[in-house]
């Protein structure tokens, strides 16, 4: 049996935390990459996420450069990549993110 439960960096669900910590139904989930995760974030853990039937999107967040792939439970999953300049519309959530704006205290 396989009990793989990985903890994502950032988790948007409805409804409050529950005592476990745990959330089963997340809508939106964002990775950020590092050089020592990027093999798992965007291999055993982007494989985990895609069976999960209430997330909508998944946001991979790069940490050398601004750059976020945004992946979509439309039909399948598609994927797009979003730069400086671009915005990502989260319509689960109501807005959207600018990319600029999520980057904006970092320094590459």
Known sequence: MDDYAPYPDVVVHCG???PSGYIDDPLVIAEVLSPGTMTNDRGRKLAFYAT???LQTLLIVYSDEARIEVWRRDAGWTKRVAGPGESIALPELGGALPVGEAYA???F
Do not use: N
């Open 16 to 18: 409050s935390m529950p």
């Open 52 to 54: 999960v039937p209430s």
């Open 105 to 107: 205290r970092v320094a």
